[in-house]
């Protein structure tokens, strides 16, 4: 083996290694602020009944918490993204009642649309 090549092997590359550790627990945890003192406080002011679907027992456990661990406790992915997006918008320092908003509604028209859009029958578009 050249010596370029066991200088090269021998220097560690952090920038390609994954960090292994939780990055929800390296992250500061907010302080409860105005009428949002405990967990369930908080849980209620984003909405979506999230206090229902995770009943963390104290704050740090809360802003400590990561999105496998919400896997864990089985909530869906719309419901863990949006929890996690609302602990960091919380730990940028908005209020929930600026940045919580409820959750898109159901379709109610399954498949492509409706076959009459603005008063014209839809046909395709296919040579019969």
């Given at each position: 083996m050249s010596?370029?090549?066991?200088?090269?092997?021998?220097?560690?590359?952090?920038?390609?290694?994954?960090?292994?550790a939780n990055r929800a627990a390296q992250r500061p945890?907010?302080?409860?602020?105005?009428?949002?003192?405990?967990p369930e406080d908080f849980l209620k002011a984003i909405g979506r009944s999230a206090e229902t679907k995770l009943t963390p027992e104290s704050w740090e456990q809360l802003f400590h918490t990561d999105?496998?661990?919400?896997?864990?406790?089985?909530?869906?992915?719309q419901d863990r993204r949006y929890i996690l997006w609302s602990m960091e918008k919380f730990r940028q320092g908005l209020d929930p009642s600026e940045f919580a908003y409820p959750p898109k509604p159901e379709k109610k028209i399954r498949g492509r649309g409706p076959a009459v859009q603005n008063g014209k029958r839809l046909r395709s578009r296919r040579h019969r």
């Open positions: 010596l370029r090549l066991a200088a090269r092997l021998s220097l560690p590359c952090p920038s390609l290694v994954r960090s292994v945890v907010p302080p409860p602020r105005d009428n949002i003192k405990t999105g496998h661990q919400l896997k864990k406790a089985g909530l869906s992915v």
